[in-house]
Structure formats: structure tokens, C-alpha cells
């Protein structure tokens, strides 16, 4: 079990270093819709919170949520499976308020079409490399050169409820 926790907190050490996720729903017919979206606080159980404005189309359907984070430069990438609920309390609101959301919501946090989306993840799937970007381009080419597959590196699942 300690290494479950330890790996739920270097995902959430990620998360809260990428910051901005691409948010997908599925739409009522069907098709995928993506959207980014900053997070503003991650709990231990796995919730993660993201503040939009009330009657946001994205909101509609919420059954199924997948949230993506990539760091490019760190070969690291985060898919999280979950759903989302909206809160519309204030003290809620309040408590994830901060400077940074201003420009989307510039009446601030007493904005009352301003609510709190709330993703309980249910699974997360992390991809890491742990070499710098040289060694990973040289292991690239090595694989490339002798046929061989090349080894990106960790990938694994994490349940953040465990």
C-alpha cells in the first residue's frame, strides 16, 4: 500500500506542476469535446477542482470525464478517468478562488455564475520517462539503428482511492 500512496503523490505533484488539462465529455451524440482547463486544487482522494461559469455546455454531461496533462519537455503524461458534479457553494468557491482565475472570471469569486467543477477521478494512467531529453533521444536512435523497441520509460495505472 505505501507504494500506492507514493505514487498517487507524484502524480498529484505533476498535475500540480502541469496545472492545465484538456477536459473531454461526450457530447449527446456521441462525438468526443475537449476543452482546457486549469485546475485549482487536487485532494488526497483524488478529486480534482476546476472553477467555470454555471450554464457552461460543458457541464451537461458529465457522466464520463477524462482529463489529459502533458509535459513535453519531461516526457511526462497523466490521463485521469472520472466523473464530474458541479458545486454551486460559495464557501466551496471561495476556497479555490484565487488571483490566477481572474482573467476568465474577472467579477471574482463572489461572480455568481462563477461554480466549482468537481472530477472524481477513478483512474489514473501515467506515462514517464526518467532519463533527460538526450538520453532519450539517443535511446531513440539506438532503438531505431538496431531494431529494437524503444523503452519510454514507466507507465502504469493508479487508483486514487487506495
Avoid at 470525464?65 to 454551486?88: H, I, K, Q
Avoid at 484565487?98 to 467579477?107: D, K
Avoid at 466549482?116 to 520517462?129: G, K, N
Wanted: charged residues 30%; contains cysteine.
Amino acid at each position: 500500500m505505501a507504494k500506492q500512496d507514493r505514487r498517487y503523490q507524484d502524480v498529484v505533484e505533476q498535475i500540480e506542476a502541469i496545472r492545465v488539462a484538456m477536459m473531454t465529455t461526450t457530447e449527446d451524440d456521441g462525438r468526443l469535446r475537449s476543452r482546457p482547463m486549469h485546475v485549482m486544487r487536487v485532494d488526497g482522494d483524488g478529486t480534482l477542482w476546476f472553477l467555470t461559469n454555471d450554464g457552461s455546455h460543458k457541464l451537461e454531461n458529465l457522466a464520463h470525464v477524462n482529463l489529459s496533462f502533458a509535459d513535453a519537455d519531461d516526457a511526462d503524461w497523466l490521463s485521469v478517468c472520472g466523473s464530474g458534479e458541479v458545486v454551486r457553494d460559495r464557501a466551496t468557491i471561495a476556497g479555490l478562488w484565487s488571483p490566477m482565475a481572474r482573467p476568465w472570471f474577472p467579477r471574482g469569486a463572489d461572480d455568481p455564475d462563477l461554480v466549482a467543477l468537481r472530477v472524481r477521478a477513478d483512474e489514473i494512467e501515467y506515462w514517464d520517462a526518467s532519463s533527460s531529453r538526450m538520453m532519450r533521444l539517443l535511446e531513440m536512435a539506438r532503438a531505431a539503428v538496431t531494431g529494437t523497441r524503444y523503452d519510454e520509460g514507466g507507465h502504469g495505472t493508479v487508483d486514487p482511492r487506495a
